[in-house]
């Protein structure tokens, strides 16, 4: 079983970290083969996938689109 990964993300908002646990595989399909991120990871949240996507952590995405 591959092990996850810490993934650092700094909101451009907030400017606050935030991190994400990836398996690198999955990052990887996504980032490099441009797999939907959706099927490359489908064990994060949605919060977690805006974030990697967005850089834009759940608070300030919410403030943004009340």
Known sequence: MENTTDYP???TICRQWKTVKIKESEFKA???RGVAIQK???NLNEDDRELL???TCK???DEMFE
């Open 9 to 11: 993300i700094k909101c």
């Open 59 to 61: 608070q300030c995405y």
């Open 53 to 55: 996507i967005s850089q």
């Open 30 to 32: 996504w980032n490099i």
């Open 40 to 42: 490359a990871m489908p």
